[in-house]
């Protein structure tokens, strides 16, 4: 991959960014700093990968728990579809917080949850998101 310096990136910003949309991506340096400039598809694509998993459980009064297993968010709904869209709503809302505070929140064990707000942030909306979470029952 040819690596550009960020001073060919300024100068040529407009070739680079339709080069970007319409090619591939581009790796630059800045001094020490390396980066990738990318459309938003080719990291969806790279995320693809990465998908949500939840156990459904059913409780004592009929309700639907649901509870994600990258990232520890539970949710509860009178039905399956009302607990997975407010689940999605907590990961649209997690993912949010988590991208505004990156530095306190990519710490740790939940540096691990990067690529899922990454594709909760690309996928933005709440049925989006809701449409992509694997269900399976949960063992008690």
């Known amino acids: 991959m040819q690596e550009l310096n960020a001073t060919q990136v300024r100068n040529e910003w407009s070739a680079v960014v339709d080069s970007v949309v319409r090619e591939k991506p581009v ?20 995320l693809n990968a990465y998908t949500f998993h939840a156990k459904l459980y059913t409780e004592d009064n ?8 990258e990232i520890d968010i539970v949710e509860n709904g009178k039905t399956e579809q009302e607990a997975k869209q407010k689940l999605a709503k907590a990961i649209l809302d997690y993912s949010e917080d988590y991208y505004n505070d990156i530095t306190y929140w990519s710490r740790g064990d939940r540096k691990a949850h990067k690529p899922y707000v990454f594709k909760a942030l690309i996928l933005s909306n709440v049925e989006r998101i809701g449409g992509v979470i694997e269900c399976h029952p949960g063992e008690i």
């Open 27 to 46: 790796l630059f340096k800045r001094t020490r700093d390396r980066m990738l400039l990318s459309d938003v598809e080719f990291i969806y694509e790279l």
């Open 62 to 69: 009929g309700t639907i728990t649901i509870s994600l297993e």
